[in-house]
């Protein structure tokens, strides 16, 4: 069964990156959460994705990721640390990255270009945001993290609690 543990610290050198999410948050304070329709219901999640060969890094993996599937234009994105992933299957453990950023421009839902989904994007404040993702601790202390970081970065001071499709 896999393991996963939240590390607030740099991927180690030789480790391997599968994916880049974004913890996004707008000036009220809320994170978008990018909703994904399946045979059971809707599933929460973070924008985001494998790094490309072409990507400028992980901040360019984020930007580009975050544009494909939920059209959104980021400021700069701030590494705020990886989810460690064991397999327990004797391969090498594994990062997965985690980056927080303000968001900048809200464009139109249209299709990721990787599978021709259009996702529902839902701002909700952080404490509901690691509710629905249901990530457990280690999904709490991720966007606990990107909450601290852009709330100081920004000078955001309150948060609102109002819930709502973009």
Known sequence: MARFEWVGDRVPEGMRITQVYGIILDREGRVMLRLEKTAGGIRYSLGGGRPEPFDDGIEATCRRELLEEVNT???????IGYQLVDEGDGTPPYAQVRMAALIRRIGEKKPDPDNGETYDRYMVSPERAAELLNWGDTG???????????????????????????
């Not at 234009?73 to 590494?79: A, G």
């Not at 202390?141 to 955001?156: D, F, T």
């Open 73 to 79: 234009e980021i400021e700069t994105p701030v590494y």
């Open 140 to 166: 709490r202390a991720q966007v606990m993290k990107a909450k601290e970081v852009i709330y100081r970065q920004y000078g955001i001071t309150g948060e609102s609690s109002k819930e709502e499709y973009v």
